[in-house]
Every structure is written in C-alpha cells, then in structure tokens.
C-alpha cells in the first residue's frame, strides 16, 4: 500500500512539474476597451525583471470569456479582460469546465465615448435618438417598421442634414452589451416597447443591417483613424481611446453630458460603466507572476487617484470600492458561481 502510495505521489508531482514548466508567461485575454491598461501595466511588470512581460491579446470580452471558461491548464489563459460583468451563462460555463475559483478585479470606470472627427460639428445627442439611428426597427406613428432613418435630420430637424454612418463594435463585445444596456435599451421609445411587448427587449438591442451601421471588429484604434478622415462618420469606444487621440477625435455630448474623469467618476455621463478583468485562482503558483501582476495591478500607484493609468484615461474607483477591489487582489477572494 504504501509502494502503490509512494507511486501515485511521484506520478502527481511529476504532472505538476509538468504542468508549472509548460508556460513561464501570463497569458491574457478578452476586452479591446481594458486592452490599454493592461497593456502599460504588462510592461512595467516586465520591466521589473523579476517576471516576464504578460501576454494580452485583444478577443473583446464575449471571446475572452470563451477562452477563460474553457477550462483549467496552462493550454488556457490565467486572466480575461472585460468591459462588463461575467455573466451568469458565463460562470456557469466556467463551473462546467473546473473553472470554479475566479478572483474578480475591477480596474476602474470608463465612459463609452460616441466620437467623431475634430472637424465635425459638436452635436449633443438623446438616447433615443441614438437608438433610432442604430436600431433595425422603430416605431413611426404607431406602427413598427424597419427603420427608414437615413440621416439624421430624418430623426430630428435638430440634427444634422447628413447620412448616418456609424461604426459599432461586434456581438463579442463588451462594449456593444454594455451600448445596448444603457442606450439600445433605455433609449428605445415607449412606443416601440408597448407595441413589441415581450420581444421588446430582444427588439430594442437589434442594430439596423442596411449598411449604416458598420461593424468594426474589436481594432477600436482602425476606428479612430476611419473617423478622423470621414467628419460624418461616428464610432463608439473606451474612454481612454479618445484621451490618447484628441488631436483627431472628439466625443458628441450624450443628453448634455461630456465624457470626462469628473461626469464618469459620479455617474452623471449617461453611459459610464464599471472595467472589471478576471483570474483563475487555480493557475497562481502555476504560472510564474500572476499574484504580484495582480498586486502590481491593484496597487494606488497604479489604478488609484493618482496611479499612472489614470494619465490614458482610467477613471480611479471611489475609496470604499478601491479598498474591497486591492483585498480581492492580494487575498485572492473568489467570488460566487452561482
């Protein structure tokens, strides 16, 4: 018994060995819009010497969550980026896969940015006027039709006399639910919800697919330099992407608000979000780093008031978040599945 023992622990410590020596580097998935930042806190990481420079590649967050869930081992990735919270189809992917200790991080707020070119003229938009750009279907006098919007003018007389163009991200992305939550959702008509009933809600988050809106994949800087050579043309994007680009893009108010550290801090910008990025708990002690890139990461010198990420367009979390946020870091607290 104990030779069968001895065996079964020598064959368990060689897996093991086996598996902390298949990868010696982060590896990270998911969101374009969290991309930026974890992007510069890869690098400084790196460049402390001690541990490799992470891994990120840009799949937008539906994608990265695929990937993360799809199960435990270094094959897998150790850290998904996201412009949105997991969502309960997603943990219970992951429970599936053995994916069931997950610490959640949230980095910091952002606004999502519906810009145009520096040439263009400032325009300030209601949420149901965006939705009836970019939905597939509207009501007009009562009745539901497909949308029959070609400019803007056609919505509002207010609005400019130009053709509506606007470049959206894809179903993969975080962006996009977090779009169609707070504007395809609210901003649809209470017409149009009483006369769908219960498929409103499907009914509202459906873009147009005439060609106006345009899908961009989940490349947010093609998006800026294809709005900073058509002044008609609009995008929708981080915060942090219209920081970095100011000399060629500029952001249209939303119901009379900017996008600005201030309006998304306190949620006065209509449509601020939450960034968060998830790790596997199982893969630290595995793959080399990822508890001090998690410490790194939630450090006040990094996402706090004055951390560097702040200078490309990070919104710091209030103190009472912040406090709960670094616990979770340098604890590893997991949070619930279910």
Not at 7 to 23: E, G, K, N, Q, W
Not at 116 to 121: C, E, F, L, Q, R
Request: with cysteine.
């Amino acid at each position: 018994m104990k030779k069968i023992n001895f065996i079964l622990s020598l064959f368990a410590a060689l897996v093991i060995t086996s598996y902390a020596s298949a990868r010696d580097q982060i590896k990270i998935v998911g969101s374009s819009t969290v991309y930026p930042y974890a992007t510069v806190v890869a690098e400084k990481f790196g460049k402390g010497g001690k541990f490799k420079t992470p891994v990120i590649e840009s799949t937008g967050t539906g994608g990265g969550m695929k990937l993360f869930c799809a199960g435990v081992g270094t094959q897998h990735p150790d850290i998904t980026n996201a412009s949105r919270a997991i969502k309960s189809k997603e943990k219970a992917l992951c429970a599936k896969n053995g994916v069931k200790d997950i610490v959640e991080i949230i980095v910091g707020n952002d606004g999502i940015s519906f810009a145009h070119s520096v040439k263009a003229k400032n325009i300030d938009f209601t949420k149901e006027q965006l939705w009836r750009a970019l939905a597939h279907d509207v009501d007009v006098n009562g009745k539901v039709v497909a949308n029959p919007y070609k400019k803007w003018s056609d919505i509002d007389k207010s609005l400019p006399n130009v053709g509506i163009k606007i470049m959206v991200p894809p179903p993969t992305s975080g962006t996009r639910d977090a779009w169609n939550s707070l504007v395809m959702g609210k901003g649809c008509s209470k017409g149009f919800k009483t006369a769908m009933g219960d498929k409103a809600k499907k009914g509202c988050a459906k873009l147009r697919e005439d060609g106006l809106a345009i899908e961009a994949g989940e490349n947010d800087t093609l998006i800026v330099n294809k709005l900073a050579a058509d002044p008609e043309m609009f995008g929708l994007f981080g915060y942090s992407y219209l920081v970095a680009n100011k000399d060629k893009i500029k952001a249209a108010k939303i119901e009379g608000k900017l996008p600005s550290l201030a309006s998304i801090q306190d949620y006065s910008y209509p449509i601020a979000r939450p960034l968060f990025f998830y790790v596997k708990k199982s893969h630290v002690g595995v793959v080399p780093g990822i508890k001090e890139f998690l410490a790194e990461f939630t450090a006040k010198g990094t996402m706090g008031p004055k951390g560097y990420l702040t200078d490309i367009g990070l919104v710091p979390l209030d103190n009472k978040t912040y406090k709960t946020v670094r616990t979770a870091g340098t604890q590893l607290k997991t949070i619930s599945l279910n």
